[in-house]
């Protein structure tokens, strides 16, 4: 009897956690008995076939004896094909083959010829190596981009089973991946330009807005009047990704799958846009088995735009409430609980009534009171509350539609932007993320803005929480003002932004 022992990890959530692999021989049964325990789920069952094939066309063998292998901790459920490398490692552990797997980390997919295949979730494996000390990390080759971001741990992409072996056998002969984790790159060559919007300049100031203290926007006008288009554009005025931003951006798209082939840290802020048939997990995060991110998860640090507002199924859109309000997603299962980040910028548009020409001045709307208001129905208020700004989108005149006047570009926009968040990193946190308790403090307002502000709230009839938002909005209007202050056009202008309460909802 024979017992080996080699070092694994399971990602729950976007962290990796340590599962210990336990590998036994007993000469008493035959090749045939192949036992795994520690709550293994059908793709880790089914790798004893692979790994068998693997074993004997590497040219190992595989061990006449009763295999049992168990997957501690025994009490968290084991998914995923990754464990593949480890248990083989094991198995020739305890042949005898191979010796000395104490601080090594194993992830990855064997074929049946004993080649490697990429594996998710690498760069959460690796975070879990190097906090747990653990100096060698062997991952699929196409995945060690990936898992070299992270500093402290020597990163081996290996491609073949025979391969793991001789790195083990003989690691002088062998040199870890360089370290690439890089900052990202400032700005993206392929990001769409604000100069390409003709007209629009309020929805463009309102996104201008939006973008500088990190506030969702509703973005609501007829059909062809540039919603889409000013929402792709918004990516491109927000500041890059800092390191950590992107660190924990990648681990989520990493577990997603969604990662390239040899890709590294995501470089880009994420602009995700589902169609409005998408399903609860699909949007919020689950499934089946080991929940997965969800569309608000794989947005986080990015834009999560939603066209066609009101055709999204209006339980799915409740859900986007803990989201938006707690910047994570809590999925509870059965056998355990998981949480996602989603921290992200809602932009969502939608048309004024079922036709889409409510209030245009140029077509004739078709839609009765009673449709108008179901249609606008379908997003309930508790939703609208907490979206920072409503802006209306109109037709483009023919006149701006032809100018050869040259618009705003991204950057310059985004030169603002960047200074009026640099004024909101000082506080602690950016304008919609501000704590209420604080929200007298860094908006207080003079006589003149207390009026404006009360007048406000009384003819539009607004709730205590549109309130708090009209005064940090506000106070990102005067952060991009370069004033300490919050005056009565900053109020003004941030009450612009609720005008939507009083013109459809009202």
Request: proline share 6%.
């Amino acid at each position: 009897m024979a017992l080996f022992k080699t070092k694994s990890a399971a990602v729950y959530g976007i962290d990796a956690h340590l599962i210990d692999i336990e590998v036994d021989l007993y000469s008493s049964g035959s090749a045939r008995d192949f036992v795994m325990v520690g709550m293994p789920d059908i793709a880790v069952r089914e790798s004893r076939e692979r790994i068998k094939s693997a074993l004997y066309h590497s040219g190992f063998g595989y061990p006449n004896k009763a295999v049992t292998i168990n997957l501690a901790p025994a009490n968290v459920r084991k998914e995923g094909a990754g464990f593949d490398l480890p248990m083989a490692l094991g198995i020739l552990g305890a042949m005898g083959t191979v010796t000395g797997l104490d601080r090594h980390m194993l992830v990855g997919e064997l074929s049946l010829d004993g080649a490697i295949r990429p594996v998710r979730g690498v760069l959460s494996v690796a975070v879990c190596a190097r906090d747990l000390g653990i100096r060698n990390l062997i991952v699929p080759a196409e995945n060690t981009a990936e898992a070299a971001v992270v500093e402290g741990v020597d990163v081996y992409g290996m491609r073949h089973l025979a391969e793991v072996v001789a790195l083990i056998a003989r690691p002088a002969e062998f040199q870890p991946a360089a370290h690439n984790g890089t900052r990202p790159a400032e700005e993206s060559a392929t990001a769409p330009d604000f100069r390409d919007v003709r007209g629009q300049t309020m929805a463009k100031r309102a996104l201008e807005v939006a973008a500088a203290g990190v506030h969702n926007v509703l973005m609501i006008g007829p059909p062809g009047s540039g919603k889409t288009m000013l929402a792709k554009r918004l990516a491109g005025i927000l500041p890059p990704l800092t390191f950590e931003e992107a660190i924990e951006t990648t681990k989520v798209h990493s577990i997603a799958g969604l990662l390239r082939g040899g890709a590294g840290l995501l470089h880009d802020r994420p602009f995700r846009a589902p169609h409005h048939t998408v399903s609860d997990a699909g949007l919020i995060g689950g499934g089946s088995g080991m929940p997965r991110p969800g569309e608000v998860s794989l947005a986080h640090h990015g834009v999560l735009f939603l066209d066609e507002f009101p055709e999204f199924p209006r339980d799915v859109l409740e859900m986007l409430r803990q989201p938006i309000e707690e910047g994570s997603v809590t999925i509870a299962r059965s056998v355990m609980t998981v949480c996602f980040p989603s921290d992200f910028m809602l932009v969502a548009a939608m048309n004024p009534c079922g036709c889409g020409f409510y209030g245009d001045a140029t077509r004739e709307c078709r839609c009765t009171p009673a449709l108008i208001q179901r249609y606008l129905g379908k997003i309930s208020g508790p939703l609208l509350d907490r979206i920072d700004i409503h802006v209306e989108v109109p037709a483009v005149p023919y006149k701006e539609l032809r100018e050869n006047s040259c618009a705003e570009s991204s950057a310059d926009i985004r030169g603002r932007v960047d200074c009026a968040r640099a004024r909101q990193q000082a506080r602690g946190f950016y304008n919609s993320r501000m704590p209420s308790r604080l929200v007298r403090k860094h908006c207080a307002l003079n006589e003149a803005g207390e009026r404006t502000l009360e007048m406000a709230m009384r003819r539009m009839g607004l709730s205590a929480r549109a309130h708090d938002r009209i005064l940090k909005v506000a106070r990102t209007v005067a952060d991009l003002d370069d004033s300490e202050t919050v005056s009565a056009k900053h109020i003004a202008e941030a009450v612009q932004y609720r005008s939507l309460d009083r013109n459809y909802w009202s």
